[in-house]
């Protein structure tokens, strides 16, 4: 800091040189404010990928893991650094292909995610399915204390998720009931599931995020999300996309899906801004992204109705 009777003689000169110059002369004690990040668009990282077979709590099953990595393509080596990552379940009968876009986005913004190809037929457990997703968890923190596997070091063991579209976004709730690891969870259309998921969510203490569609007509808001919501102890939000449908939150509808008010290039925006910024605060650590969370950036984001117990 310089003395008052130097910045008495520099100040008038410096702002004579701003006007000159015709820039904008600034007011006292303003700081320059840095750019809004926006999390829907792609993150630093390349992506990789490797399919695989998960092998830990006596489970075992394939499994497609995306990873940040200094280079796109299968197999290639993950970027330097510990990363933040999570388990994410599939929705019923729905392979894991169906959620690439969201998932590859996730690794560009620097987490580890695993899908599991389990529990893909017409009769599901979902308690096998939640045991799966916390096997997967436990089986990248053995990964990265394992010489010689691609993950070694890789893994920010105290920063571990869960996420899931419609039942595996159940299973992730009971599984994140059932892990002491599991540092947050972010769902999207979940659906209750058998054990109930909204009694599992009663028990959380952990962040949880319900990102659910206004439009959805197979597990709708009222119905799931929302009872969910309403048992879940605070931190929590619910996420509601206005039109946004079930079948929105994959990358291409089957038969039996429905359809809403908005097409599922926005609705797959706005998933991945409310979802990565959630999972950069609460995961990653990132507390630049409150207002994107928490605040009225996210109070007031256009197309989503925000409900929150901070």
């Not at 003689?9 to 006007?19: D, E, G, R, Y």
């Not at 045991?131 to 990265?144: F, I, K, R, V």
């Not at 991945?272 to 994107?292: E, K, M």
Request: net charge positive; aromatic share 8%.
């Amino acid at each position: 800091m310089l003395p008052a009777p130097v910045r008495a003689v520099l100040m008038p000169l410096v702002l004579a040189a701003a006007l000159l110059a015709g820039a904008p002369v600034p007011s006292a004690g303003a700081h320059p404010k840095a750019a809004a990040v926006d999390p829907s668009a792609p993150g630093s990282f390349a992506v990789g990928y490797t399919d695989l077979t998960v092998s830990a709590s006596g489970r075992s099953f394939g499994a497609r893991v995306w990873y940040p990595s200094a280079s796109a393509g299968a197999d290639t080596p993950v970027a330097p650094g510990a990363h933040p990552a999570l388990a994410f379940g599939h929705g019923f009968f729905q392979d894991i292909s169906k959620y690439q876009s969201l998932l590859r986005h996730y690794a560009s913004w620097g987490f580890v995610a695993v899908a599991p190809k389990s529990q893909g037929g017409l009769f599901p457990s979902h308690s096998g399915f939640a045991d799966d997703l916390a096997a997967s968890l436990s089986w990248l923190t053995t990964q990265n204390g394992t010489p010689g596997s691609r993950f070694a070091g890789a893994i920010d063991v105290d920063r571990l998720g869960l996420s899931g579209h419609s039942m595996g976004g159940g299973a992730a709730l009971l599984a994140s009931a059932r892990s002491t690891a599991v540092k947050s969870v972010s769902t999207l259309a979940a659906a209750e599931t058998n054990p109930s998921a909204v009694t599992a969510s009663g028990g959380l203490r952990i962040p949880a995020q319900f990102v659910g569609g206004s439009a959805d007509s197979i597990a709708g808001v009222a119905g799931h999300q929302q009872k969910m919501y309403d048992a879940k102890p605070a931190p929590t939000q619910l996420r509601v996309i206005t039109g946004g449908f079930h079948c929105g939150f994959v990358d291409t509808s089957g038969f039996g899906c429905d359809s809403g008010s908005i097409d599922r290039a926005t609705q797959q925006r706005l998933t991945r801004g409310v979802t990565t910024a959630y999972l950069l605060y609460t995961l990653a650590g990132d507390r630049t992204l409150y207002d994107q969370v928490w605040g009225p950036a996210a109070q007031n984001l256009p197309g989503v109705v925000y409900s929150a117990k901070p």
